[in-house]
Nanobody
Framework: QVQLVESGGGLVQAGGSLRLSCAASGRIPGYAVGWFRQAPGKEREFVAAISWSVVKTAYADSVKGRFTISRDSAKNTVYLQMNNLKPEDTAAYYC?????????????????WGQGTQVTVSS
């Protein structure tokens, strides 16, 4: 059984930075990872994703240029570096993994989910 555990969330002022981590307890051979977020009263939305090979990454337009996704396959960990945070980035952030090497933009295409970590950006 694979478990994903997010960490690194917290309270930060606008313009600040946070780095989220997503650690997998088990190994899924050749899996892609995505980050999603959900704010109160809003639908879950795609934030960023990375393929197994690390060659391909994708970002939502709202975070492009501010967030960077990366992975350390040896540590089974994916990171989301978030810079220049804005109040509208406030949400619970979830990482998800899927069995395929390429990522997907729809959360329903992911097989495993973490419990989430809260990010709050104050103005």
């Amino acid at each position: 059984q694979v478990q994903l555990v997010e960490s690194g969330g917290g309270l930060v002022q606008a313009g600040g930075s946070l780095r989220l981590s997503c650690a997998a307890s088990g190994r899924i051979p050749g899996y892609a990872v995505g980050w999603f977020r959900q704010a109160p009263g809003k639908e879950r939305e795609f934030v960023a994703a990375i393929s197994w090979s690390v060659v391909k990454t994708a970002y939502a337009d709202s975070v492009k240029g501010r967030f960077t996704i990366s992975r350390d396959s040896a540590k089974n960990t994916v990171y989301l570096q978030m810079n220049n945070l804005k109040p509208e980035d406030t949400a619970a952030y979830y990482c998800a993994a899927r069995y395929y090497r390429d990522y997907a933009f729809n959360g329903y295409e992911y097989n495993y989910w973490g419990q989430g970590t809260q990010v709050t950006v104050s103005s």
